[in-house]
T-cell receptor, first 111, second 114 residues
Framework: QQQVKQSPQSLIVQKGGISIINCAYE??????FPWYQQFPGKGPALLIA?????SEKKEGRFTISFNKSAKQFSLHIMDSQPGDSATYFC??????????FGGGTRLMVKP | NAGVMQNPRHLVRRRGQEARLRCSPM?????VYWYRQLPEEGLKFMVY????????ESGMPKERFSAEFPKEGPSILRIQQVVRGDSAAYFC????????????FGPGTRLTVL
């Protein structure tokens, strides 16, 4: 059973637009929610992360919105740029320390 | 400050051979994690190690796969008698203390089994 459902699988956004990627989970034992960015042929790079005691976290153009009751969290990329074109993964962490990853969203930002 | 280092970056093996993948964590990090990524898929947890200890190997196949993180030297993921289905990208990540904190990933080793 898939522990985290990420959507959409792919996303095309115009330069300057807002990219929104969503993740939903079932198990409330998770208490750490990072987002990773991966370029082709590279390892995932930590972008931003949130814990369930806050509902929103912003770092530059990247914002995580977290809805604990709905068990959903999302990544918003404001003023999207062609250099943001990559695959984005949400992940879930818990006391066991391993991360459970979503299936990924391939973002393309058109100039 | 060097990041997580993995080598080799690319590894080609024939069916039945052994594959050894190495990971050197970031300086000051004593927790290492191995993940596998199949093409067009997310990463799947394999094993979590601290120095000289395997903490969680629940994601690692019971046969042919083993991992170690010795007191000195890099962490090693070893795959014996490789099969075509082992072809994937294998990523190592590290963290300072392992308490629900950021994991930093290496560039990965891309294993191809012919």
């Amino acid at each position: 059973q898939q522990q985290v459902k990420q959507s959409p699988q792919s996303l095309i956004v115009q330069k300057g637009g807002i990219s929104i990627i969503n993740c939903a989970y079932e198990n409330t034992a998770f208490d750490y929610f990072p987002w990773y960015q991966q370029f082709p042929g590279k390892g995932p790079a930590l972008l931003i992360a949130i814990r369930p005691d806050v509902s929103e976290k912003k770092e530059g153009r990247f914002t995580i919105s977290f809805n604990k009751s709905a068990k959903q969290f999302s990544l918003h990329i404001m003023d999207s740029q062609p250099g943001d074109s990559a695959t984005y993964f949400c992940a879930l962490g818990n006391a066991g320390n391993m991360l459970t990853f979503g299936g990924g969203t391939r973002l393309m930002v058109k100039p | 400050n060097a990041g997580v280092m993995q080598n080799p970056r690319h590894l080609v093996r024939r069916r039945g051979q052994e594959a050894r993948l190495r990971c050197s964590p970031m300086k000051g990090h004593s927790h290492v994690y191995w993940y596998r990524q199949l093409p067009e898929e997310g990463l799947k947890f394999m094993v979590y190690l601290q120095k000289e200890n395997i903490i969680d190997e629940s994601g690692m196949p019971k046969e042919r796969f083993s991992a170690e993180f010795p007191k000195e030297g890099p962490s090693i993921l070893r795959i014996q008698q490789v099969v075509r289905g082992d072809s994937a990208a294998y990523f190592c990540a590290s963290s300072p203390s392992g308490l629900r904190e950021a994991q930093y990933f290496g560039p990965g080793t891309r294993l191809t089994v012919l």
